[in-house]
Nanobody, 123 residues
Framework: QVQLEESGGGLVQAGGSLRLSCATS????????MAWFRQAPGKGREFVAS????????NYVDSAKGRFTISEDDANDIVYLQMNNLKSEDTAVYYC????????????????WGQGTQVTVSS
């Protein structure tokens, strides 16, 4: 059973930075790709970024390119999302997910989910 736990959310001013962490257990790096999704109030869950379980290939939603970076600490089974130059529209609950394909961008393609961490960007 794969378990995921996010941390690192909070309140930040526009233009600021946050680093989200996702502690994982029960998976092997080569077995699952990891992704970050987010869900703003009244909206659906949106793909943000993903990283392949092997080789570290990454994929980003256009709005995150150049501002967000997904990375993985294989030794400690932690996945990070470094978010820079945050904007008010980045306000959402951010979720960590694990699934078989890093190019998947829809929620139902991912098998395991964390509980989420709130990110609020004030303008």
């Amino acid at each position: 059973q794969v378990q995921l736990e996010e941390s690192g959310g909070g309140l930040v001013q526009a233009g600021g930075s946050l680093r989200l962490s996702c502690a994982t257990s029960g998976r092997t790096v080569s077995s699952y790709a990891m992704a970050w999704f987010r869900q703003a109030p009244g909206k659906g869950r949106e793909f943000v970024a993903s990283i392949s379980g092997r080789f570290g290939r990454t994929n980003y939603v256009d709005s995150a390119k150049g501002r967000f970076t997904i990375s993985e600490d294989d030794a400690n089974d932690i996945v990070y999302l470094q978010m820079n130059n945050l904007k008010s529209e980045d306000t959402a609950v951010y979720y960590c997910a694990a699934g078989p394909r890093y190019l998947a961008t829809v929620p139902h393609d991912y098998d395991y989910w964390g509980q989420g961490t709130q990110v609020t960007v004030s303008s």
